[in-house]
């Protein structure tokens, strides 16, 4: 018994997946087991020099020791915006920029921007948990939609019913896609964009992984189409693409009043991003070029080792043109949950299990390509063992 009970919203809520992962982990530590750890999509790789540096100068600052302003420095928003012209060609001056406490902090703020109780958000099946949870946080609903591996893990929208995208206030949409790996063209963006406008609600944009790209592929800006400026927020992140998850630094563009209110909220909770980090990451941003083709080559290596085992031993997937994940199917009959143990007792390989991505992931298990090549090729061996 608790001196006080959480509130319906947090004791009804599910644990983090993660935080379920990390102690079935500790647990097979404690008994001494190597594992292969395939789970948390956290890069391995350390943060590069070069933005090392600027840190190192940045914290000495006194004048980064104050607190920031909640929408970030104007020069961090500059630096985003001579990023996305560059990669994207578009151009998204510094107004309509907010720098965020990592880009999950700004998908959960987003909501309470413009939720209001029993208002409704359009919801991915697989996805991220964040978009539906803060939805709850924000007091709105959430209508979830699947994405079916035989539409490539895009949604359908001719499926949502017409009364639900009306009444609806937000579409998360993230491509390319965690957990599923999936990729998505313009043209995709392009009809999203058309139901936006055409009923009536913000797009919502994860690009998180928008620079971890193979084979020539490169992810698209939601507002290389036309019109997206006024309809669509588009989340970046300095997180996969540069190897700082746990600086916290990402930001949002998009429609001036989306970001105008999201800087609001934020201005009312947490004041906004260290400075010292912001400076890191506007010398990211800028000279990252290289580092990021060099971040490529080595997952897109990863990646093709990973395939090699997995095909050994007949296991299923879509061979991923972006981001750093495995989406692979249980065989017939066994579920995320089992796939995941079997995964682990059997090879020692900690993969996470699809269904805590919401229920159309059931059946899959997620792998997340965190692991040196030397430890794939360990994995691949070990697969070899596996009996399911
Ligand atoms: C990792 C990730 C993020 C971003 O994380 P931050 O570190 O908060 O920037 C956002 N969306 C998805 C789908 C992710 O996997």
């Avoid at 935080?19 to 008994?31: D, G, M, T, W």
């Avoid at 893990?153 to 019913?161: R, S, W």
Wanted: hydrophobic fraction near 40%; include cysteine; proline fraction near 6%.
């Amino acid at each position: 018994m608790s001196w006080i009970d959480p509130s319906d919203k947090i004791k009804n809520l599910p644990v983090y997946p993660f935080v379920k992962l990390e102690r079935i982990k500790a647990e097979a530590k404690k008994q001494g087991k190597d594992l292969v750890d395939f789970g948390i999509g956290d890069p391995d790789l350390p943060t590069p020099e070069f933005i090392l540096k600027a840190m190192a100068q940045a914290v000495r600052d006194p004048e980064n020791h104050k607190y920031p302003t909640s929408a970030g420095m104007p020069s961090f928003r500059e630096a985003a915006s001579r990023f996305l012209e560059r990669r994207f060609q578009i151009k998204m001056g510094p107004e309509r920029i907010v720098s965020l406490i990592g880009s999950k902090e700004g998908l959960a703020h987003f909501p309470l921007g413009y939720l209001n109780p029993g208002d409704l958000a359009l919801v991915p099946s697989p996805a991220y948990p964040v978009y539906k949870t803060s939805t709850l946080f924000a007091g709105g609903e959430s209508y979830i939609f699947p994405l079916k591996e035989e539409l490539g893990f895009l949604p359908d929208f001719e499926a949502i019913p017409k009364g639900l995208l009306s009444r609806a206030k937000i579409l998360f949409l993230n491509y390319p896609n965690n957990p599923t790996g999936a990729v998505c063209d313009l043209a995709f963006l392009d009809q999203a964009v058309y139901y936006a406008k055409k009923y009536h609600f913000w797009v919502v944009q994860d690009a998180a992984y928008c620079e971890v790209c193979f084979d020539g592929y490169l992810a698209p800006s939601i507002f290389e189409v036309k019109g997206a400026e006024d309809c669509a927020i588009e989340f970046h992140s300095l997180s996969k693409t540069f190897n700082m998850t746990g600086w916290r630094l990402g930001f949002a563009a998009g429609a001036k009043d989306a970001i105008d209110t999201l800087a609001k909220v934020k201005s009312n909770i947490d004041s906004g991003v260290f400075q010292a980090v912001q400076h890191a990451g506007m010398v990211a941003l800028d000279q990252g070029e290289q580092t990021i083709l060099e971040m490529r080559k080595i997952y897109q290596r990863r990646r093709d080792l990973l395939a090699e085992a997995l095909d050994s031993v007949g296991l299923k997937y879509l061979k991923p043109k972006a981001t750093f994940y495995f989406w692979v199917k249980a065989p017939k009959g066994v579920s995320s949950e089992q796939m995941a143990g079997a995964l682990l007792d059997q090879a020692g390989i900690i993969a996470s299990p699809g269904s805590g991505y919401g229920p159309e992931g059931e059946g899959y298990v997620r792998f997340a390509l965190v692991v040196k090549e030397d430890r794939i090729q360990e994995a691949a061996k070990r697969l070899k063992n596996l009996d399911l």
